[in-house]
């Protein structure tokens, strides 16, 4: 497991200067538009036209495509190999392997298929390797998405990675105590009550004294919050998440129409 | 500021009471130091001073706790929390988790009660100065030292500017060099004429800084006074309750008459020694 | 059983040498203490003796044993070590099974286990809380139960990682005892801390660290007597020390006694003179 949770890398960019929010809707919208939109090839525009182009905007163009590939070629690999071989009403056949024969409709639909949940993951990937959960979440808290919420969320990705420094601490406590985490299946399950019990234990003493600490901060406080960081937004921006919602309800249009 | 009288509080699903019959007055601008053996009640009295007793415990309490001018009873947690603020043992669970970086974590307070901005900015600068921590205000708060941590658990808390400092065991999970640092601060703090009141086990740290001491046996006071009386007093020891070393072997001293009689026993460091100086300059 | 550490060198993945050369020989029933400021190595080169961390260079030997050739489980039936945290180890519905786990993991039989256990448990004064569950008792009681589950395991060596930490005086005089009745079962006993007190008043010997490496090495009086040494590792002397050195006493005193007769000598001189 990495240090952090989370994907963010520090470049100065205008993209990364872009409000979280308008990040938000454009990587929704491209996803709608790919699975919604007319168009064999429209998932694959997306990506090569859009995607990648933003990505250099970034200047994160070599961690998305190491991220992408690393992601999502082993999972390609395996679609494209059962969907060639196995479609459902697969007739035209393009090649003998063997006992098998890969069919033209499987081949066609694994690219489908693979194209928009490239879309999916290159999105998501654009839109969270350029975003601080900070300041996304500061700015959805200024939108009105409501605190506990936002808290459960970001402290959830700051104590995760804690948990696994106590996890270790706890394997080394009872290893010392003559536990064998090694050997038969059955010996390691064994060993999962030892370590799974003191975590969750003290994870819940944390938790309750952690409850303390905010609330000893005025977190429960019935008045409205202010912000220190400020999330820069523009009325060009805002303009830009209306097209973009736009274009959505378009491509479902196109979809039914035509 | 702070006035009990006759609280006893039983926690939730308890047979006996935790604290029993605790009457108490902290006047503005006193140092208190309340010292006991771990389930004496030291945590629990913190937390009712704060108000998380009833508000965030429940648990039956009776008597009468009023903190500055507001009856807990009678109040809110929410409400409590502007007056006194509350540091407690553990360094790593004060972090609240909501913020990435130190200033942040600072701020957080603050944006919880609808500070402006600019405000905000000036109280954050101005605390983290007091505490020494400026440097680290653009680290991660889970990458600092216990001691840091503390320092930042005390700033976050300073930053609202509450009426009451109430400290349990602040120092207890730290190291010499950040407890050193820590009741720096807290020493600080009560010059500028914060009131304090802290749960400590380090007896010699206590002598030096605070105006009162509540000793505290199985949930009920045992002896209330200035720390000189009530940290020599006998009664420590036979209710497990730690004393200074320089305490201790003043009193076997006495003893053998190798201690002047007429001379209090010391606590610190340097009364043991005028004492034992002047013990042996007087042995002709 | 000995302990031989010969050139240990330790680095932690990402680089950071944490141990640049430590050599040291604990024999069977001796107490030894370590300290030295926080990043010194201590703990570190502690987790080498159960196996939890093996050599980058250099051999670790438990008696026969070099670490490197058997895994913790099978060290830990020599060095018994017990973790700072309690609730880092605790699971069991009752004092008693917490107690028994670390000795039935050793292969003891039924009613060795439950002697063990008995004896574990009436040192850390923890009799008559055998079917408590462990969360239901205060932070001071479950170190307790967290001590005896590796005293039970009567291992050898026992290794204590800052276990006064949090505690109060009468858990703290425990734990004293503790050590005590270990030394006299001839158990060696070594004790990570940061309270100079604790350490002077139960440990002959003091190993001081600093910048992973060893600074001082020998009896505690000589080792407490060099004061800048100790001062560039953030290790001040202990309280009684400090005030010994204060009355220019001619040597170091470490506890009560030796202060008391140390000041009894001088009185007496000054009486004569």
Same mark, same amino acid.
């Given at each position: 497991?990495?240090?952090?949770?989370?994907?963010?890398?520090?470049?100065?960019?205008?993209?990364?200067?872009?409000?979280?929010?308008?990040?938000?809707?454009?990587?929704?919208?491209?996803?709608?538009?790919?699975?919604?939109?007319?168009?064999?090839?429209?998932?694959?525009?997306?990506?090569?036209?859009?995607?990648?182009?933003?990505?250099?905007?970034?200047?994160?163009?070599?961690?998305?495509?190491?991220?992408?590939?690393?992601?999502?070629?082993?999972?390609?690999?395996?679609?494209?190999?059962?969907?060639?071989?196995?479609?459902?009403?697969?007739?035209?056949?393009?090649?003998?392997?063997?006992?098998?024969?890969?069919?033209?409709?499987?081949?066609?639909?694994?690219?489908?298929?693979?194209?928009?949940?490239?879309?999916?993951?290159?999105?998501?990937?654009?839109?969270?390797?350029?975003?601080?959960?900070?300041?996304?979440?500061?700015?959805?808290?200024?939108?009105?998405?409501?605190?506990?919420?936002?808290?459960?969320?970001?402290?959830?990705?700051?104590?995760?990675?804690?948990?696994?420094?106590?996890?270790?601490?706890?394997?080394?406590?009872?290893?010392?105590?003559?536990?064998?985490?090694?050997?038969?299946?059955?010996?390691?399950?064994?060993?999962?009550?030892?370590?799974?019990?003191?975590?969750?234990?003290?994870?819940?003493?944390?938790?309750?004294?952690?409850?303390?600490?905010?609330?000893?901060?005025?977190?429960?406080?019935?008045?409205?919050?202010?912000?220190?960081?400020?999330?820069?937004?523009?009325?060009?921006?805002?303009?830009?998440?209306?097209?973009?919602?736009?274009?959505?309800?378009?491509?479902?249009?196109?979809?039914?129409?035509? | 500021?702070?006035?009990?009288?006759?609280?006893?509080?039983?926690?939730?699903?308890?047979?006996?009471?935790?604290?029993?019959?605790?009457?108490?007055?902290?006047?503005?601008?006193?140092?208190?130091?309340?010292?006991?053996?771990?389930?004496?009640?030291?945590?629990?009295?913190?937390?009712?001073?704060?108000?998380?007793?009833?508000?965030?415990?429940?648990?039956?309490?009776?008597?009468?706790?009023?903190?500055?001018?507001?009856?807990?009873?009678?109040?809110?947690?929410?409400?409590?929390?502007?007056?006194?603020?509350?540091?407690?043992?553990?360094?790593?669970?004060?972090?609240?988790?909501?913020?990435?970086?130190?200033?942040?974590?600072?701020?957080?307070?603050?944006?919880?009660?609808?500070?402006?901005?600019?405000?905000?900015?000036?109280?954050?600068?101005?605390?983290?100065?007091?505490?020494?921590?400026?440097?680290?205000?653009?680290?991660?708060?889970?990458?600092?030292?216990?001691?840091?941590?503390?320092?930042?658990?005390?700033?976050?808390?300073?930053?609202?500017?509450?009426?009451?400092?109430?400290?349990?065991?602040?120092?207890?999970?730290?190291?010499?060099?950040?407890?050193?640092?820590?009741?720096?601060?807290?020493?600080?703090?009560?010059?500028?004429?914060?009131?304090?009141?802290?749960?400590?086990?380090?007896?010699?740290?206590?002598?030096?800084?605070?105006?009162?001491?509540?000793?505290?046996?199985?949930?009920?006071?045992?002896?209330?006074?200035?720390?000189?009386?009530?940290?020599?007093?006998?009664?420590?020891?036979?209710?497990?309750?730690?004393?200074?070393?320089?305490?201790?072997?003043?009193?076997?001293?006495?003893?053998?008459?190798?201690?002047?009689?007429?001379?209090?026993?010391?606590?610190?460091?340097?009364?043991?020694?005028?004492?034992?100086?002047?013990?042996?300059?007087?042995?002709? | 059983?000995?302990?031989?550490?010969?050139?240990?060198?330790?680095?932690?993945?990402?680089?950071?040498?944490?141990?640049?050369?430590?050599?040291?020989?604990?024999?069977?029933?001796?107490?030894?203490?370590?300290?030295?400021?926080?990043?010194?190595?201590?703990?570190?080169?502690?987790?080498?003796?159960?196996?939890?961390?093996?050599?980058?260079?250099?051999?670790?030997?438990?008696?026969?044993?070099?670490?490197?050739?058997?895994?913790?489980?099978?060290?830990?039936?020599?060095?018994?070590?017990?973790?700072?945290? %309690?609730?880092?180890?605790?699971?069991?519905?009752?004092?008693?099974?917490?107690?028994?786990?670390?000795?039935?993991?050793?292969?003891?039989?039924?009613?060795?286990?439950?002697?063990?256990?008995?004896?574990?448990?009436?040192?850390?004064?923890?009799?008559?809380?055998?079917?408590?569950?462990?969360?239901?008792?205060?932070?001071?009681?479950?170190?307790?139960?967290?001590?005896?589950?590796?005293?039970?395991?009567?291992?050898?060596?026992?290794?204590?990682?800052? %276990?006064?930490?949090?505690?109060?005086?009468?858990?703290?005089?425990?734990?004293?005892?503790?050590?005590?009745?270990?030394?006299?079962?001839?158990?060696?006993?070594?004790?990570?801390?940061?309270?100079?007190?604790?350490?002077?008043?139960?440990?002959?010997?003091?190993?001081?660290?600093?910048?992973?490496?060893?600074?001082?090495?020998? %009896?505690?009086?000589?080792?407490?007597?060099?004061?800048?040494?100790?001062?560039?590792?953030?290790?001040?002397? %202990?309280?009684?020390?400090?005030?010994?050195?204060?009355?220019?006493?001619?040597?170091?005193?470490?506890?009560?006694?030796?202060?008391?007769?140390?000041?009894?000598?001088?009185?007496?001189?000054?009486?004569?003179?």
């Amino acid at each position: 497991m990495r240090e952090r949770l989370f994907l963010y890398i520090d470049r100065d960019s205008p993209l990364h200067r872009l409000n979280p929010f308008t990040k938000l809707v454009l990587t929704f919208a491209l996803i709608l538009i790919a699975f919604l939109g007319p168009g064999y090839y429209l998932a694959t525009a997306i990506f090569i036209l859009i995607l990648i182009p933003l990505s250099f905007w970034g200047r994160i163009w070599r961690e998305f495509v190491s991220t992408s590939l690393r992601l999502l070629l082993p999972f390609f690999g395996f679609l494209f190999v059962m969907q060639s071989l196995f479609y459902p009403g697969g007739q035209t056949v393009l090649v003998n392997l063997w006992i098998f024969s890969v069919k033209a409709e499987g081949v066609g639909f694994a690219y489908l298929t693979a194209t928009r949940i490239l879309v999916v993951v290159a999105s998501f990937l654009v839109f969270l390797l350029s975003t601080h959960p900070s300041t996304l979440m500061t700015d959805l808290a200024r939108r009105g998405l409501p605190s506990p919420l936002i808290y459960v969320i970001v402290s959830t990705l700051q104590i995760i990675p804690q948990m696994r420094v106590k996890a270790e601490t706890i394997i080394d406590a009872q290893r010392s105590r003559g536990l064998d985490t090694q050997g038969s299946l059955r010996k390691r399950v064994r060993a999962l009550l030892p370590l799974v019990g003191p975590l969750v234990f003290s994870s819940l003493v944390d938790v309750e004294e952690r409850a303390i600490a905010i609330e000893a901060r005025a977190f429960s406080a019935k008045r409205p919050k202010t912000s220190l960081v400020e999330v820069p937004d523009s009325r060009a921006q805002m303009i830009a998440r209306w097209v973009f919602v736009g274009i959505v309800l378009l491509a479902i249009g196109s979809r039914i129409w035509l | 500021m702070i006035d009990i009288q006759d609280l006893t509080y039983t926690y939730p699903a308890t047979d006996s009471p935790a604290l029993k019959n605790v009457s108490l007055k902290v006047e503005e601008g006193e140092f208190v130091a309340i010292i006991g053996a771990n389930g004496a009640g030291k945590s629990t009295l913190c937390y009712t001073i704060a108000g998380f007793i009833p508000h965030f415990f429940a648990g039956t309490l009776n008597g009468k706790v009023e903190v500055a001018g507001i009856e807990s009873q009678h109040s809110t947690l929410q409400e409590l929390v502007l007056n006194v603020g509350l540091v407690f043992q553990n360094p790593f669970n004060q972090i609240s988790g909501a913020k990435f970086t130190v200033y942040e974590e600072i701020a957080f307070g603050l944006e919880n009660l609808g500070i402006p901005r600019e405000e905000m900015i000036k109280r954050v600068d101005k605390v983290m100065a007091l505490t020494g921590i400026t440097d680290l205000a653009k680290r991660s708060p889970y990458a600092l030292s216990g001691g840091q941590q503390q320092r930042v658990a005390l700033a976050s808390i300073l930053v609202m500017e509450p009426k009451i400092l109430v400290l349990d065991e602040p120092t207890s999970q730290l190291d010499p060099i950040g407890t050193r640092e820590v009741f720096q601060v807290i020493k600080e703090m009560s010059n500028r004429g914060m009131t304090v009141v802290m749960a400590e086990h380090k007896v010699e740290w206590i002598a030096e800084f605070t105006d009162k001491v509540i000793a505290l046996s199985r949930g009920e006071v045992l002896l209330q006074g200035p720390p000189a009386e009530v940290l020599t007093s006998p009664l420590l020891p036979q209710h497990g309750i730690g004393i200074s070393r320089y305490t201790a072997v003043a009193r076997r001293a006495r003893e053998e008459n190798l201690w002047p009689a007429a001379l209090p026993l010391p606590v610190t460091l340097d009364d043991a020694v005028a004492g034992f100086v002047g013990g042996l300059e007087n042995a002709h | 059983m000995r302990i031989e550490i010969q050139d240990l060198h330790f680095s932690y993945p990402g680089g950071v040498e944490a141990l640049k050369g430590v050599s040291l020989v604990v024999n069977t029933g001796e107490k030894v203490a370590i300290v030295g400021q926080n990043g010194a190595g201590k703990t570190t080169l502690v987790k080498h003796l159960n196996g939890l961390l093996l050599p980058t260079k250099g051999t670790v030997r438990i008696g026969d044993w070099d670490t490197k050739d058997y895994p913790v489980a099978r060290l830990s039936s020599r060095v018994g070590y017990v973790f700072q945290n %309690p609730d880092e180890q605790l699971f069991n519905k009752t004092v008693y099974q917490e107690v028994a786990f670390g000795p039935r993991n050793l292969g003891y039989p039924a009613e060795k286990v439950a002697e063990l256990v008995k004896n574990a448990m009436a040192l850390t004064e923890l009799t008559g809380k055998e079917n408590v569950n462990p969360y239901d008792l205060m932070p001071t009681w479950r170190k307790m139960v967290a001590m005896a589950s590796i005293l039970a395991m009567d291992t050898p060596i026992v290794v204590l990682d800052e %276990p006064t930490t949090g505690q109060d005086a009468a858990s703290i005089e425990r734990i004293a005892h503790c050590v005590q009745v270990l030394h006299q079962q001839g158990k060696t006993v070594i004790t990570i801390t940061h309270d100079v007190d604790f350490c002077a008043e139960n440990f002959e010997r003091i190993i001081v660290m600093g910048g992973g490496r060893i600074l001082l090495d020998g %009896p505690a009086i000589e080792v407490l007597a060099q004061e800048e040494i100790l001062a560039t590792t953030y290790v001040e002397p %202990p309280q009684l020390t400090r005030l010994g050195n204060r009355l220019d006493f001619p040597h170091p005193v470490r506890n009560e006694e030796e202060f008391l007769d140390m000041y009894r000598q001088l009185h007496r001189q000054r009486d004569r003179a």
